[in-house]
DNA sequence: GCGACAG
DNA sequence: ATCTTGTCGC
């Protein structure tokens, strides 16, 4: 499928922070999105113990069965340190490479992280909507920014995530009883939607199988390389 | 000033 | 992210 190259990569953090103040503009927050998705990607990546090297998964479900519709993985060097809120510039590139490799292009985009939950509002799964300019959402599994009561404890319970007065997101109950995800918004879609597309790719995990079967993937790939 | 901090 | 064994529970 086609990305866009919308800029170049940044040495420093003050250059990635311009880049995302930059992007930000271009982001579609009208929403509602597909509500019934014939095709949702997932991505994910694996790093390496000591060295640079890591693996960039993408996979293709078929958003009814959730059978598995297509596979891309490439491996890549991590060329950006881990810095919370730049996160995007470390695994972007080689992403990218993967999406690259698809010969279909997916409905919609699950990204293994934050959304409009960002310090700037321009988390990875907004940028990677602006790349491809592709519906996206994304689905963490820990905190980062944001306030929230705990959501009930059965499946499909959630508690808006609000940071300085504004809901940027929703914790989300995708089983009962277990550790909630954080879901929000990237690009094209809308909080309800994305929602409601992360229930339906968990039917028996705490994660979407598009994240699930990118992270396995990519692991796979990371020891056979 | 002191933590906290997606993966 | 990654380093790591057993163990409690459905």
């Known amino acids: 499928m086609e990305v866009r190259d919308l800029h170049e990569w940044p040495a420093t953090a003050e250059e990635a922070e311009k880049i995302q ?13 597909p509500a019934a998705p014939r095709t949702v990607a997932g991505l994910d990546v694996s790093y390496a113990d000591g060295s640079d090297r890591l693996v960039a ?20 060097t991590a060329t950006f340190p881990y810095v919370p809120g730049l996160f995007a510039f470390r695994e972007l590139p080689t992403l990218i490479e993967a999406l690259r490799g698809l010969t279909v292009t997916p409905d919609v985009l699950v990204c293994d992280g934050y959304g409009l939950a960002h310090p700037r509002r321009f988390g ?22 944001g306030t929230y009561a705990p959501p009930g404890e059965d499946r499909g319970d959630a508690s808006p995530l609000t940071d300085a007065g504004e809901v940027v997101g929703r914790v989300l109950r995708t ?13 094209r879609i809308d909080l309800d939607t994305a929602c409601r597309l992360t229930l339906g790719l968990c039917p028996g995990y705490r994660l979407p199988e598009t994240t699930r079967r990118a992270d396995h993937l990519s692991r796979q790939a990371l020891r056979h390389t």
């Open 175 to 187: 089983r009962d009883g277990v550790k909630p995800v954080f879901v929000s918004a990237g690009h």
């Open 124 to 145: 990875l799964a907004c940028h990677l909507g602006v790349l491809t300019d592709l519906p996206t959402f994304g689905v963490a599994k820990t905190g980062f920014v």
């Open 21 to 33: 103040d930059r992007l930000r503009p271009l982001l579609d927050l009208a929403g509602p999105g």
């Open 57 to 76: 998964a993408a996979v293709v479900l078929d958003a009814a069965t959730l059978d598995t519709v297509e596979e891309s993985v490439v491996a890549g």
